[in-house]
């Protein structure tokens, strides 16, 4: 197997996409490998998010993810082991690319907001690390 990248949270990029704008309304477009700097395997949302929840916390040792609100907001917390970086997202023409191996804590949702997210694999139960302490050795281990 060959050995993973080391990515940190400037590596984590918020991507404008295109907004289109019309009378009756707005359009924006996500293209597969386009936009998205991965092909994209997985789509899924939240939604109805109670008041003071948090979501994520865990990183991915393969799977990359863009993150878009595409309604209300949200804030995602990165984390690399060494850096943590807030990203607001509230605009669903704003999307954040968030590379492999990178903690992330999705919190401080509005009422009705909607969290879409691309994901570039299927899901894995093993390629989750879902305990800090464990993603610290991980990242430990990578960096050697």
Same mark, same amino acid.
């Given at each position: 197997?060959? @050995? &993973?990248?080391r990515?940190?949270?400037? *590596?984590?990029?918020? #991507?404008?996409?295109?907004k289109?704008?019309?009378?009756?309304g707005?359009?924006?477009?996500?293209?597969?490998?386009?936009i998205?700097?991965?092909?994209?395997k997985?789509?899924?949302?939240l939604? *109805?998010?109670p /008041? +003071?929840?948090? @979501?994520g916390g865990? /990183?991915?040792?393969?799977?990359?993810?863009?993150?878009?609100a595409v309604?209300?907001?949200?804030d995602?917390v990165?984390?690399? +082991?060494?850096?943590?970086r807030?990203?607001?997202?509230n605009? &669903?023409?704003?999307?954040?690319h #968030?590379?492999? +191996? #990178?903690? @992330?804590?999705l919190?401080n949702?509005?009422? +009705?907001?909607?969290c879409?997210?691309?994901?570039?694999?299927?899901?894995?139960? *093993?390629?989750y690390i879902?305990?800090?302490?464990?993603?610290?050795e991980?990242i430990k281990?990578?960096?050697?």
């Open positions: 197997m060959n @050995r &993973p990248t990515y940190t949270v400037d *590596d984590c990029k918020v #991507i404008n996409l295109t289109y704008t019309r009378p009756n707005n359009l924006t477009v996500v293209e597969n490998n386009h998205t700097p991965f092909d994209v997985r789509v899924y949302y939604y *109805d998010v /008041a +003071g929840a948090e @979501r865990h /990183a991915h040792k393969q799977l990359q993810q863009f993150v878009i309604s209300g907001s949200f995602v990165i984390d690399d +082991g060494n850096k943590r807030k990203v607001s997202l605009r &669903p023409f704003r999307g954040l #968030i590379r492999q +191996g #990178i903690w @992330r804590e919190e949702f509005s009422s +009705g907001a909607v879409l997210v691309l994901a570039s694999e299927h899901y894995d139960e *093993d390629d879902r305990q800090y302490d464990q993603f610290v991980y281990e990578v960096e050697q």
